[in-house]
Structures are given as structure tokens and as C-alpha cells.
């Protein structure tokens, strides 16, 4: 006898967790099928930025959709740790991202004429709030709302909390293929079992290529990897996330610091390089010269989801099929893991939704600009 619900999300990381919980909320039977432990995936590697104005540009629809994710942080930061007893490691002192020319200045101070919530902070100021970054800035954007969380306690909280309300999560599960029976009823296969959904939701980050593939579409989603690093030392004291030439420092609290990221496209590999974290050492050096001394605690590496625009996909299926996907998230899958949770879940219910994140993130958007 197949176990029967009314979703099946494929993927245990942060996506996919946040958006079983929203669904488990709503009374809606949902059973999670990770390939792996829960969030060993890009969650695991990622080092938790909401970095909304750090890194995304434009005033758009996707810059909109990042800003309402961040925000749904500051509420969930008590529902999930009330309701699973996990903190999730909310830290909202900011971020600061650094000039160290008058041109890198002059643009930073270009992105305050749209965000009347950023500050440009002179070098004086700067050094008095962080006096061990370098000597050598000329000042610093401040951007009060970019926090961070830490990505394991969130995925953990949002998988504990779709648990106590109903959700089951199978780990070390992978599904191996779809097949639809009817209208409304699909069976995923793994090599344990089977499971009746009458809707489906995919969202195993760069594995989700293998379903694109299955199901005849033609979007791709390819990795990223990513390199990462964490130090200790009793010299530094750092309060806000550091940014610059899209590497950061996380100050996590606990007197690590977090340094990332190396961007290798079309690399599977998990084991971080020599030459990546040299890389890395050598960027964030001049930012934060105290760090040579520092210990160094361990290094790891991620995959991240691309698509080809650096959009994610979070929508239905082409054809009407009751096939949802939510992948290709790239930098940015702890920051969006909230919207994308509740939009796939409005989705699913048949709610109204933003039209404009309905076509920045669909499917077909660039099948629709080749046509074109």
C-alpha cells in the first residue's frame, strides 16, 4: 500500500523545508523526501546572509520579492523557535559594504537615491564602528536590514516545526523518477518506497536538472561552487557582515568569522581547493588585515543553484501539470527561503499572487524572451 498526501516535495534542504512547513501550517499533508541528511545540501555550506541590498542591484520585481523574504525573518525567528525550540541565530546589525576608491564610493552612494533606508558612513565613521577593518577605505554603505541567520538552525527549525505539524520528512530517500497515474496523483519512486501526491514540488537545488530533463522541459540549472572558510581570534572584534568584491565576513557570534565565497561554475566537486581558499585569503587580506593571525578553523565548499539570468524558478509547470518547482535560488537560498516558501504554498492553494513574481520567476520567462 503507497503512503498517500496531498504534496510531495523533493529536496530536504532550506527551500524545501520552508516550503513543507508553510503547507503543514494549512492543515495540508506533506511528506519531504531528501537524498541526504536534511540541509546537507547548499544549505549546509551557505553562511547565512540576507543580504538583500548587498547584492541585488536593481529595483525590480526580484529585489522586491528578496526585501518581503527578509522581512517574513523577523517573525519567523520567534514562530520557529517557539514552536521547534530551535534558534535560529538572527542577527540584525547590518551590513557594511566598502569603498576603498572615490568611484567605488560615488556608486554605492548612487544605490542611496533608491533605498532611502541605506547610509553612506565616511571612513571616521566606519573605523569607529569596525576599527579592525583596513586603514585604507574611504568609507562604507550601511544597510541596516542585512542581517544574518544561521542556515543549519533555520533548516532544522523549519523541519522540526513542519513535523510537529503533520509534516513527514524521509531522509536518505533519494527519488529516482516520477510517473503520473492520473489527473491528480503522481508516484515518486525511491529505492525504499513509493508515494502517492496529488501534487508535486521540486526543489533539490542543482539536482533539480535531472527532473527538468525527465519531464521534457528545457530549463537547465547548473552549479556553482563555492568555497568558504572560518577563522577565530581573540584581535578582531567585528560587529556587522562585511562586503566587498562579493566576498564577505560573517561575524557569527561565537567569535568565528565566516569568509566566503569562490564562484566555480560547472564544478560538482565538494572539497574546497588550495587555490580557492588562497583566493580567498588574498581578497579578504586588505579588508581585514588582523586576519592573518587569525586561526583557521575549517574550510568546506557548496554547489549552488544557476540559472541561466541568476533568477530563480518558482512556479508551476507549463502545461498545467500540478508539478511545482522552486530551485535555482543561486546565492541567495537562505535570503529567499521564506517568500519562496509561502508563494509555492499560494501556489499550490490556488491563492492570489503578485503577477510580477509570478513572471520573474516562471519557468518559461526565458523561453518566452527567445521567442522574442
Known amino acids: 500500500m503507497k503512503a498517500k498526501y496531498d504534496v510531495g516535495i523533493i529536496g530536504g534542504g532550506i527551500i524545501g523545508q520552508s516550503i513543507a512547513y508553510q503547507l503543514a501550517k494549512e492543515n495540508i499533508s506533506v511528506v519531504v523526501l531528501e537524498g541526504n541528511k536534511v540541509g546537507a545540501g547548499a544549505t549546509s555550506a551557505a553562511a547565512g546572509m540576507l543580504g ?22 523577523k517573525t519567523l525567528r520567534h514562530d520557529l523557535t517557539n514552536l521547534s525550540q530551535i534558534n535560529i541565530q538572527y542577527v540584525d546589525k547590518g551590513m557594511y559594504k566598502l569603498a576603498f576608491t572615490e568611484q567605488e564610493a560615488y556608486v554605492l552612494k548612487t544605490a542611496m537615491k533608491e533605498h532611502h533606508s541605506l547610509e553612506w558612513h565616511s571612513k571616521q565613521q566606519v573605523l569607529a564602528m569596525e576599527p579592525n ?69 521540486i526543489a533539490n537545488g542543482v539536482w533539480s536538472d535531472y527532473f527538468f530533463k525527465q519531464l521534457d522541459l528545457e530549463m537547465k540549472v ?38 566566503g565565497a569562490t564562484m566555480v561554475e560547472d564544478d560538482w566537486s565538494t572539497t574546497p581547493t588550495v587555490g580557492g581558499i588562497q583566493t580567498l585569503i588574498e581578497k579578504i ?9 587569525a586561526k583557521l578553523l575549517e574550510t568546506w565548499a557548496g554547489l549552488r543553484p544557476q540559472t541561466d ?11 498545467g501539470e500540478n508539478i511545482y518547482f522552486a530551485t535555482g535560488h543561486y546565492r541567495n537560498g537562505i535570503l529567499l527561503a521564506p517568500k519562496t516558501g ?10 492570489k499572487l503578485n503577477e510580477d513574481y509570478v513572471k520573474a520567476f516562471s519557468i518559461t520567462r526565458n523561453l518566452a524572451k527567445a521567442a522574442r
Open 133 to 201: 577593518l583596513s586603514k585604507e577605505i574611504v568609507g562604507g554603505l550601511y544597510i541596516p536590514e542585512d542581517g544574518h541567520v544561521s542556515p543549519k538552525h533555520v533548516c532544522a527549525a523549519f523541519s522540526k516545526s513542519a513535523s510537529l505539524l503533520g509534516a513527514v520528512i524521509v531522509e536518505n530517500s533519494p527519488v529516482h523518477s516520477i510517473k503520473k497515474l492520473g489527473e491528480e496523483e503522481y508516484i515518486l519512486f525511491t529505492n525504499q518506497s513509493e508515494y502517492s501526491c496529488s501534487h508535486i514540488v
Open 52 to 73: 538583500a541590498s548587498s547584492e541585488l542591484e536593481n529595483n525590480d520585481a526580484f529585489f522586491q520579492f528578496a526585501k518581503e523574504s527578509q522581512q517574513q525573518y
Open 309 to 319: 539570468d541568476g533568477k530563480p524558478y518558482i512556479g508551476q509547470h507549463p502545461n
Open 285 to 293: 587580506t586588505p579588508i581585514l588585515p588582523a586576519i592573518k593571525s
Open 222 to 259: 547548473k552549479p556553482v561552487k563555492g568555497e568558504c572558510l572560518a577563522v577565530s581570534s581573540e584581535n578582531i572584534s567585528l560587529e556587522k557582515t562585511i562586503f566587498y568584491d562579493h566576498c564577505y565576513i560573517v561575524p557569527k557570534g561565537d567569535g568565528r568569522l565566516v569568509v
Open 342 to 351: 509561502t508563494m509555492v504554498r499560494d501556489l499550490i492553494l490556488k491563492r
